[in-house]
C-alpha cells in the first residue's frame, strides 16, 4: 500500500487532472493550510438542481500530496452529486483515521477506481504532520458545497 500511495502521490502531483483556473465558475473556494503553505482552489459549476457536480476543477500551488490530493478529488467526483462528495470525504476521513477495516459506504461500491484512490490518499495516516495537506481541497470542496464561505484555514 506504501508503494501504491507513493506512486499515485508522484503521477498527480506531476501531473494534476482537472487543473484550470476558471473565473467565470457558479461558485469558487480557497483552503489555506498554513503549516505546510498549501492553497487549493476549486471552482465548481453546478446542476440547475444545485446538487449535481456539473464542472469541477482546482488551482493553487502547495506540497505533492496537497496537489495530488486535489487532482484525486477531481476524478473521483466528475459528474457525480453533493451526495457523493458527502460519502467520499467522511469515507476519506474514516480511511485516515481507522485504515482500511473502515466500510465502504454504498454509494461508493460501485467504484473500484474511487476506492483505490481514496485508500492511496488515506496513505497519509502513516505521516500525521501531513493530513491537512491531504484533505485540503477537499475542504475547499466542502465549502463550495455550502455556496462558498470565505477562505478555509485548516488549522
Not at 503521477?11 to 484550470?20: A, M, T, V
Not at 488515506?122 to 491531504?134: D, I, L, Q, T
Not at 477537499?138 to 485548516?154: D, F, L, N, Y
Request: with cysteine; charged share 25%.
Amino acid at each position: 500500500m506504501r508503494e501504491l500511495y507513493q506512486q499515485v502521490i508522484l503521477d498527480h502531483s506531476k501531473n494534476p487532472r482537472h487543473f484550470e483556473k476558471r473565473v467565470e465558475a457558479q461558485v469558487t473556494q480557497t483552503c489555506y493550510n498554513p503549516l505546510c503553505g498549501d492553497s487549493i482552489e476549486v471552482f465548481c459549476d453546478f446542476k440547475k438542481d444545485n446538487q449535481g457536480i456539473d464542472k469541477l476543477t482546482f488551482s493553487g500551488s502547495g506540497c505533492a500530496i496537497s496537489v495530488a490530493s486535489a487532482s484525486m478529488m477531481m476524478g473521483i467526483l466528475q459528474d457525480q452529486d453533493k451526495i457523493f462528495f458527502d460519502a467520499a470525504f467522511k469515507y476519506l476521513k474514516d480511511l485516515i483515521e481507522f485504515g482500511s477495516a473502515t466500510e465502504v459506504p454504498e454509494i461508493l461500491q460501485g467504484s473500484k477506481k474511487v476506492i483505490t484512490s481514496m485508500q492511496a490518499i488515506s496513505g497519509v495516516r502513516e505521516y500525521p504532520m501531513r493530513v491537512k495537506c491531504a484533505t485540503c481541497a477537499w475542504h475547499s470542496m466542502a465549502g463550495a458545497c455550502r455556496g462558498g464561505e470565505g477562505p478555509i484555514k485548516t488549522e
